[in-house]
């Protein structure tokens, strides 16, 4: 690949897992292609699966905020994790973006136009964002190629997930390249109820990219900041993540 696809990770709900699938993600991604993660969500969990939000927050380091609000080139703001993973890192000032954008010209194209400086250093950005509908994922869908929805199985999160269709498809307007490319479901189980969604997710036409189950493990390898194959290799969760980016590489050279 020449220039990286971008790819925004996104629902506008929390407590569904996105942010560990996004850091499963990178690391899964990493292992054989050049990657950046940009953190995208003020709670900054993403940046804590790789570091330490305090420590960042204490260092005075330049974060993603000072990339929406202060013009700061990701070069200065990156961190590099591995050879193949750099990271942009977050913080709580995020949750300010909205407010300090609020005058400003085109400022869905804040984050592309600082993506689009270093977009030929790397074969995949992974946008993990906010879940919110905030004025930071509509950059991130205005940046990327693909969107991912992270979804976990339950009835309120699919009407979430209408919703977000409608958010995405009017991003489609100022970003004619974005496709949904489908599904993350997480925290599955094999229960009839979750057995009944994943039937109407499918009668629905949603692609469904990857199933990750509900397993101690992910909370464990996070804790331990790792993703699951780092953590535990041989077990059904890593595997399902590895299959989860297969996938999602497959939809992209469609």
């Given amino acids: 690949m020449s220039k990286a696809k971008t790819i925004a990770n996104i629902m506008q709900k929390g407590g569904v897992g996105k942010s560990t699938s996004s850091k499963n993600e990178i690391e899964e991604l ?8 940009i953190d995208n969500d003020q709670n900054a969990d993403l940046t804590d699966s790789f570091t330490s939000k305090k420590v960042v927050e204490r260092s005075g380091a330049k ?6 609000t202060k013009g700061a080139s990701i070069k200065d703001v990156r961190m590099k994790i591995t050879d193949n993973i750099d990271i942009v890192p977050s913080s709580i000032m995020l949750a300010n973006v909205d407010i300090e954008l609020s005058s400003k010209m085109s400022r869905e194209f804040v984050l592309k136009k600082a993506i689009d400086e270093i977009k030929d250093e790397y074969d995949f950005i992974i946008i993990d964002c906010s879940p919110s509908l905030s004025i930071t994922t509509i950059n991130a869908l205005a940046a990327s190629d693909g969107a991912i929805y992270i979804t976990q199985l ?3 999160a699919k009407q979430a997930l209408e919703q977000l269709e409608k958010t995405v498809n009017l991003v489609k307007e100022i970003n004619p390249n974005l496709e949904t490319l489908g599904l993350l479901l997480t925290m599955s189980d094999t229960t009839n109820h979750v057995k009944d969604m994943i039937e109407e997710l499918k009668e629905s036409d949603y692609n469904i990219l990857g199933q990750i189950d509900r397993a101690t493990v992910v909370r464990d390898s996070i804790m331990a900041k790792q993703a699951v194959f780092q953590y535990e290799p041989t077990h059904k969760v890593a595997k399902q993540y590895h299959d989860f980016v297969n996938n999602m590489i497959k939809e ?3």
């Fill in 252 to 254: 992209l050279e469609k």
């Fill in 154 to 156: 339950e009835y309120f």
């Fill in 63 to 68: 974060t993603l905020y000072d990339v929406y």
């Fill in 30 to 37: 990493g292992k054989k292609f050049k990657v950046l993660g």
